[in-house]
């Protein structure tokens, strides 16, 4: 119990006041396929970084309900809506694909900032640094908790391991037989898994710095062979030499601290920014809240949730409010309402047995939820991130 108290404390201590994601570490390909979304469809997303509500809002639904408890995760989707409304697309994507703009300030005051609300201006207000490019962080992808772990996974990768030209041509592949080549010539895996970095894998305090507590920790120790560590090295394994890189954003980002116009996420492309510019913009809504509290305080009939992994550390610390959750989620839930969310572990059996008050009395989830477990397996194994064990979809019948 000391250790786990200890383990909540490294958590909470990266994490207070702190923005978690730079970026979102879900893919929203294989989220498309997997909701359907229609026109009168309205999805309530945890907000993470934004990129993948803006992505569904590209889809044309109804309304995109952005949610989350971190106010500075909503002030950065506040940015972004910001920026949609007020900039240019070249200075957009300096903004949000290169990193950084020398231009920051006059950008920020001039055309940002009287556009966002009280709490994401003051948060900006005293986060310059984030985006002028004036630090040795040059890239925004370099702030936070999660983009901090990034800048020292770049400054092992430039100044301790030396293999940046190993990794620029690594990401600049054309198929999967050159990325393994690659791989293997360059000694790729013996240079990112030296013991030094094997050893830092096993730290809370830097699991925790990639979004990670220990609940999840916990799930792979006990689930997957080598446990957590080995795990990681796994999933990245597989990103790097047997999946294509070629528009793989997420780890672009993570190793170089950018974009580039061919490998970015979608609000990040021309056509799609504009389209968000004409209007689908307009459809994001952004709420400071928990999924329970929103869900409470709002009057709304919700027909796709994406829960993102948030499950895993309620199911560990907080089995009432999960309990309490799922019952709103039934309650607001519109018809033929389908559900996705991720795990850490490679198999969740906690939803199954919540019980709750469903319309023909109290009921577990189990029996109102269908699942499409072939489909999720198969958008699994095509997942660009790769960082999850297990990926759900599920229809509620009642």
Not at 78 to 90: H, P, V
Not at 266 to 285: I, T, W
Not at 305 to 320: G, T
Request: glycine content about 6%; some cysteine; charged content about 25%.
């Amino acid at each position: 119990m000391a250790w786990e108290r200890l383990s909540r404390t490294y958590f909470n201590l990266i994490h207070k006041n702190n923005l978690v994601y730079n970026t979102c570490w879900e893919d929203p390909r294989l989220d498309h396929v997997a909701l359907e979304l229609g026109p009168d469809d309205n999805v309530l997303v945890i907000t993470s970084a934004g990129c993948n509500a803006l992505d569904y809002a590209l889809a044309g639904p109804n309304r995109v309900y952005a949610v989350d408890m971190n106010p500075r995760q909503n002030a950065l989707l506040e940015l972004k809506l910001a920026g949609i409304r007020n900039l240019d697309y070249d200075t957009f994507f300096e903004l949000f694909g290169r990193g950084s703009s020398p231009q920051w300030a006059t950008i920020y005051h001039e055309r940002l900032r009287n556009t966002l609300s009280p709490d994401a201006r003051s948060y900006w207000d005293r986060r310059s640094k984030f985006f002028d490019g004036s630090t040795r962080r040059s890239s925004f992808y370099f702030w936070g908790s999660s983009g901090t772990f990034a800048w020292l996974v770049n400054g092992y990768i430039n100044r301790v391991a030396k293999i940046r030209d190993g990794i620029d041509t690594l990401l600049n592949a054309s198929t999967v037989e050159e990325q393994q080549e690659i791989y293997r010539e360059q000694q790729l895996r013996e240079s990112l898994f030296r013991p030094m970095i094997t050893w830092m894998l096993r730290r809370d305090a830097t699991l925790a710095m990639l979004g990670v507590p220990r609940s999840q920790r916990r799930q792979l120790d006990e689930g997957y062979p080598g446990g957590v560590v080995q795990f990681i090295v796994d999933r990245i394994e597989t990103v790097f030499a047997g999946r294509p890189l070629h528009d793989n954003y997420f780890w672009r980002v993570y190793l170089t601290g950018s974009y580039t116009p061919e490998c970015c996420p979608e609000y990040l492309k021309p056509d799609n920014f504009q389209k968000l510019k004409d209007g689908l913009v307009d459809r994001v809504e952004v709420h400071t809240n928990s999924i329970l509290g929103f869900l409470d305080e709002n009057d709304v009939a919700v027909s796709r949730f994406v829960l993102l992994d948030h499950m895993d550390w309620l199911w560990a610390n907080l089995r009432d409010v999960l309990s309490a959750e799922w019952q709103a989620i039934h309650d607001r839930a519109a018809d033929n309402t389908r559900i996705i969310w991720r795990s850490a572990g490679l198999e969740v059996d906690f939803v199954d047995p919540i019980t709750i008050n469903g319309k023909h009395g109290q009921t577990q989830l189990g029996d109102l939820l269908k699942y499409n477990t072939e489909l999720a397996s198969e958008l699994h194994e095509r997942d660009r991130v790769n960082t999850y064990g297990s990926f759900y979809i599920a229809d509620l019948t009642a």
